[in-house]
């Protein structure tokens, strides 16, 4: 089964850029559909992104749309989160998710995660 481990967290301005990496090993992501969620303490995570698989389309939460960017480096197995202009709402735990099945938004759906890596935007 494929495991996934995200790195690039940190602390950052608003304004500034984060970018996320989800690796995969025991598995080739690109069969995968590979979705970013977040999740700050007392709230449900929440979807922020997906890519499909096989160099399929990208779908972004509106509270995200425009900011940030999903991409794949096939060579890598690894996944991508590119962030920018972030705000003080973006701040969160992110997390990388993968699953076979139809693209989707529900965490529900995924069938494996990583451990998550934190972002925090302040000044």
């Known amino acids: 089964q494929v495991q996934l481990e995200e790195s690039g967290g940190g602390l950052v301005q608003p304004g500034g850029s984060l970018r996320l990496s989800c690796a995969g090993s025991?598995?080739?992501?690109?069969?995968?559909?590979i979705g970013w969620f977040r999740q700050v303490p007392g709230k449900e995570r929440e979807f922020v992104a997906v890519v499909r698989r096989s160099g399929g389309a990208e779908i972004y939460a509106d509270s995200v749309k425009g900011r940030f960017t999903v991409s794949r480096d096939s060579a890598k197995n690894t996944v991508y989160l590119q962030m920018n202009s972030l705000k003080f709402e973006d701040t969160a735990v992110y997390y990388c998710?993968?699953?076979?099945?139809?693209?989707?938004?529900?965490?529900?759906?995924?069938?494996?995660w990583g451990q998550g890596t934190q972002v925090s935007v302040s000044s």
């Open positions: 025991g598995g080739t992501l690109s069969r995968y559909n």
């Open positions: 998710a993968a699953r076979r099945g139809g693209t989707t938004r529900s965490q529900l759906e995924y069938d494996y």
